[in-house]
T-cell receptor, first 114, second 112 residues
Framework: DAKTTQPPSMDCAEGRAANLPCNHS???????VYWYRQIHSQGPQYIIHGLKNNETNEMASLIITEDRKSSTLILPHATLRDTAVYYCIVRPYPGSSNTGKLIFGQGTTLQVKP | EAQVTQNPRYLITVTGKKLTVTCSQN?????MSWYRQDPGLGLRQIYY???????DKGDVPEGYKVSRKEKRNFPLILESPSPNQTSLYFCASSPRVDTEAFFGQGTRLTVV
């Protein structure tokens, strides 16, 4: 079972920031938060990941609360091409014993509107 | 260009006719895996491979086989496809088991 909870859908105006929340209240201290997105029925695309500090890359920013029980993915200037299903995934820290399996929940469908 | 390539992209086949979906990555990744995606069930892992000649079952391995004879290739084999294997299939690869995954474009399989 997915260890995350996300709203099923969100809308965002083109050019505005899209803020996608994720609840992971049962996250362990050694687990990372990963974000992927899936456009139409294409293969999921990695966006960003983090442990406890905020992270930023060319695609997005990830804000993780101090207690690590929730996070927010921020797309600073959403475009129509950002319309997709966004998945928040919790996975073990690097080096731990795990199968590498990604557990995808239902995700958030983000609709960017003109 | 770094990529994960699946073939075919679309396939319609009949029950019982053996088929293979190929997956190839050009990034020298150690870890590869197969997922299937079904409405309401999300993506579920079928099989994975930590490295050459090392494979193991994921969550839904029944009816599937895999092999990893070379690092770049990880084919998915359906020995006797059935209609319940109609699905959208994705191959993924990662530099290591605990790093970000790169997914192929998907194979839409219909078994009639």
């Amino acid at each position: 079972d997915a260890k995350t909870t996300q709203p099923p859908s969100m809308d965002c105006a083109e050019g505005r920031a899209a803020n996608l929340p994720c609840n992971h209240s049962t996250i362990s201290g050694n687990e990372y938060v990963y974000w992927y997105r899936q456009i139409h029925s294409q293969g999921p695309q990695y966006i960003i990941h983090g442990l406890k500090n905020n992270e930023t890359n060319e695609m997005a920013s990830l804000i993780i609360t101090e207690d690590r029980k929730s996070s927010t993915l921020i797309l600073p200037h959403a475009t129509l091409r950002d319309t997709a299903v966004y998945y928040c995934i919790v996975r073990p820290y690097p080096g731990s014993s795990n199968t590498g399996k990604l557990i995808f929940g239902q995700g958030t469908t983000l609709q960017v509107k003109p | 260009e770094a990529q994960v390539t699946q073939n075919p992209r679309y396939l319609i086949t009949v029950t019982g006719k053996k088929l293979t979906v190929t997956c190839s990555q050009n990034m020298n990744h150690e870890y590869m895996s197969w997922y299937r995606q079904d409405p309401g069930l999300g993506l579920r892992q079928i099989y994975y491979s930590m490295n050459v000649e090392v494979t193991d079952k994921g969550d839904v391995p029944e009816g599937y086989k895999v092999s990893r004879k070379e690092k770049r290739n990880f084919p998915l084999i359906l020995e006797s496809p059935s209609p319940n294997q109609t699905s959208l299939y994705f191959c993924a690869s990662s530099p290591r088991v605990d790093t970000e995954a790169f997914f192929g474009q998907g194979t839409r399989l219909t078994v009639v």
